[in-house]
């Protein structure tokens, strides 16, 4: 058996490396754990365009509403050029809620953009989220299994994952389809406001594949 340099006179020394080899998998492990309803949101930091530190911890006490977005993706465009997306980061920052759009899109795929771009775009499209992260190494959005442009997660003020999915039941490019959908995100919402359970806890996610970066390059 291999002794991994281990010395006679070290005893302990074989333990910490399987410790250390255990710890490292438990990390990897953890840090790929697919977000569940009702168990703690899955932490992470990062630097928002605005330059402030963005870590989800800290907003503990808050309601947190994430989106994955790609400014180039039709069924995003469905719900910024109709401003229904921006209506409801209104509604929902006017409540004191915390709105993070989140772009995963890897360096030269569709929807990457540098944070004056996407600094730009939010004014242009008069969008309202608290802040925006640039997620370009994809580990944000694989902490979160993001599959689509857009996906949305909100998350109560006790730090759970209460609702995960399409942003409504209208799985299409059109605008008109808008009008008569079910809004998941602002039925969430309000449900975590008023102290009820969340009807529809899950939804199945709409919209562009996450433009990641390959995990082997």
């Given at each position: 058996?291999?002794?991994?340099?281990r010395?006679?006179?070290?005893?302990?020394g074989?333990?910490?490396?399987?410790?250390?080899?255990?710890?490292?998998?438990?990390?990897?492990v953890?840090?790929y754990?697919e977000?569940?309803?009702g168990?703690?949101?899955?932490?992470?930091?990062?630097?928002?365009?605005?330059?402030?530190?963005?870590?989800?911890?800290?907003?503990?006490?808050k309601?947190?509403?994430?989106?994955?977005?790609n400014?180039?993706?039709?069924?995003?465009?469905?719900?910024?050029g109709?401003?229904n997306?921006?209506a409801?980061?209104?509604?929902?920052?006017?409540?004191?809620?915390?709105w993070?759009?989140?772009?995963?899109?890897?360096?030269g795929s569709?929807?990457?953009v540098s944070?004056?771009?996407?600094?730009?775009?939010?004014?242009?499209?008069n969008?309202?989220?608290?802040?925006?992260?640039?997620?370009?190494?994809?580990m944000?959005?694989?902490?979160?299994d993001?599959?689509?442009?857009?996906?949305?997660?909100?998350?109560?003020?006790?730090?759970?994952?209460?609702?995960?999915g399409?942003?409504?039941d209208?799985?299409?490019?059109?605008?008109?389809?808008?009008?008569?959908?079910?809004?998941?995100?602002?039925?969430?919402?309000?449900?975590?406001?008023?102290?009820?359970p969340?009807a529809?806890?899950?939804?199945?996610?709409?919209?562009?594949s996450?433009?990641?970066?390959?995990?082997?390059?």
């Amino acid at each position: 058996m291999h002794s991994f340099g281990r010395r006679k006179s070290d005893p302990w020394g074989f333990a910490v490396v399987l410790l250390a080899i255990g710890s490292f998998m438990m990390l990897d492990v953890t840090a790929y754990a697919e977000p569940r309803v009702g168990e703690p949101a899955p932490d992470f930091a990062a630097t928002g365009i605005d330059g402030q530190r963005v870590k989800l911890s800290a907003l503990r006490g808050k309601t947190v509403v994430l989106e994955w977005t790609n400014d180039q993706c039709p069924y995003v465009m469905k719900h910024y050029g109709s401003g229904n997306m921006q209506a409801l980061q209104r509604e929902a920052t006017g409540d004191g809620v915390v709105w993070i759009s989140i772009i995963s899109s890897a360096k030269g795929s569709e929807g990457n953009v540098s944070p004056a771009e996407a600094a730009e775009l939010t004014k242009s499209r008069n969008a309202a989220p608290s802040n925006i992260v640039l997620d370009e190494s994809g580990m944000i959005g694989r902490l979160y299994d993001a599959r689509t442009t857009p996906h949305m997660f909100v998350i109560n003020p006790q730090g759970n994952v209460v609702y995960m999915g399409g942003i409504d039941d209208k799985p299409s490019t059109r605008q008109s389809d808008i009008a008569g959908a079910n809004n998941y995100v602002r039925a969430a919402l309000k449900a975590v406001k008023t102290g009820q359970p969340v009807a529809t806890p899950i939804a199945r996610p709409y919209g562009c594949s996450v433009k990641y970066k390959p995990q082997n390059s």
